[in-house]
């Protein structure tokens, strides 16, 4: 019997996606929830599994080819027996991947295949599979915890966390193209759906928005000496989540929020939308690109709470589990430039919203206190705001309260 492999239920707000990468070809034998098929959207790439054990009967779909809701992209013919594929199998050559750190990946992966091809390879699951290829590392390398010596996902998270990455420069650039007069090397890769929906957005905001940035700074010492006195007890009481610094700059940007409800609005047209809630967007870095998954309701979750949900969303995008849902919405959204090392930025919105707040480094500078010079360890703050909507006055207010709601962290549990 021959089952259809649909595409998903995409939401409203994404109207088509993309095939990125096949995992099985043709022909080859596949399990029950076995990943098949990626298919990339402008927020998310969304992995498609098969339906039953069985063969991959038919390919409908090929790699670049776009897809709407429900779309059958292929078929499998359940019970069936097929071929068994190669433990390694080659990227296909015009494979469109989910985004270019990911296309650097599978090139390198089958140069390195090219060259050490041979029968004793490593057996891997598909997962990790994929996590090998988007990581440049060599299989061979990796002890597998599995049956009859299997390479699973988490034998490839525990070569990741002990950043033991083998695969060597030369093989990341193998699908670089070289001109041999000079020895230059370049290297084209097309645009993920993602990045290029990034590039469309910020230029959207710097094209339709009348954005400043205002600045101001904050001494980090009080928090810092709450986190230093409470982080065991803090980690302890909680199941393990760590008290970090976001945590605080959340509660305190919800807290000036609600002071300056023009600050947590959005524009739709000609119309101002005041949200009467705090959905806090933070912005995440991820292999794929820069991605905002969202805090609801944030007014009403802990300093633990919060803290274990930016912890959860930093783990999806490193692993690109984040659902679309997860990264719609949001009123108010902070940037955390700072643990790249960035000491000074002014961040881009993130249209309709008409703020955003950027953290950066901690620096230890010299600063007068009393008349008397006092190293400290401060950050600059950098608030962008829309200022169709938002006056100088509100948006300086606004960042003047984050700052003595983290200078005097009493104030955040007195909510004065």
């Known amino acids: 019997m021959s089952i259809e492999i649909k595409a998903p239920t995409l939401p409203e707000s994404v109207p088509d996606g993309t095939i990125a990468t096949w995992y099985k070809k043709e022909g080859e034998s596949v399990s029950r929830d076995e990943l098949l098929v990626d298919i990339e959207t402008d927020k998310v790439v969304i992995e498609v599994v098969s339906p039953t054990d069985g063969v991959l009967k038919e390919i409908i779909k090929q790699p670049g080819d776009t897809i709407v809701s429900n779309e059958a992209i292929g078929s499998v013919e359940a019970g069936a027996a097929g071929d068994k594929p190669a433990q390694q199998k080659e990227a296909p050559a015009d494979t469109a991947s989910s985004d270019s750190d990911k296309k650097d990946s599978d090139e390198s992966g089958k140069a390195a295949a090219d060259d050490s091809a041979s029968d004793d390879e490593p057996m891997l699951s598909p997962a990790a599979k994929k996590l090998i290829e988007e990581n440049n590392l060599d299989a061979a390398s990796i002890q597998g915890s599995g049956k009859d010596g299997r390479v ?11 950043g033991q990455s083998s695969a060597p420069q030369a093989a990341a650039q193998s699908a670089a193209t070289v001109d041999d007069r000079s020895g230059r090397v370049e290297e084209r890769v097309p645009m993920s759906r993602l990045r290029a929906k990034v590039a ?15 600045f101001n700074e904050v001494n980090m010492q009080p928090v810092m000496d709450i986190r230093s006195r409470y982080k065991e007890q803090f980690e302890k009481t909680h199941d393990g989540v760590r008290l970090g610094f976001m945590s605080f700059f959340v509660r305190a940007c919800i807290e000036a929020l609600k002071r300056f409800p023009a600050v947590n609005a959005s524009i739709d047209g000609n119309d101002i939308v005041y949200h009467g809630y705090q959905d806090i967007g933070v912005a995440v870095s991820s292999p794929r690109g820069l991605v905002v998954p969202v805090l609801r309701n944030a007014d009403n979750l802990s300093l633990a709470q919060i803290e274990k949900g930016i912890r959860e969303y930093g783990i999806k995008a490193r692993d690109g589990k984040l659902a679309i849902e997860e990264m719609t919405g949001g009123t108010f959204t902070i940037s955390n430039g700072g643990v790249f090392g960035s000491l000074l930025s002014t961040p881009i919105l993130n249209p309709p919203q008409t703020a955003i707040l950027g953290m950066h480094k901690i620096q230890e500078r010299p600063m007068a206190v009393d008349g008397e010079v006092v190293v400290l360890p401060m950050m600059y703050l950098a608030l962008s705001y829309d200022h169709r909507m938002i006056d100088g006055k509100e948006a300086v207010q606004f960042l003047v309260t984050v700052k003595e709601l983290l200078e005097d962290p009493t104030r955040l549990l007195l909510e004065i």
């Open 152 to 162: 699973t996902k988490e034998d490839v998270l525990a070569k990741l966390e002990g």
């Open 200 to 214: 469309e957005r910020l230029l959207q905001a710097t094209q339709t928005t009348a954005m400043l940035t205002t």
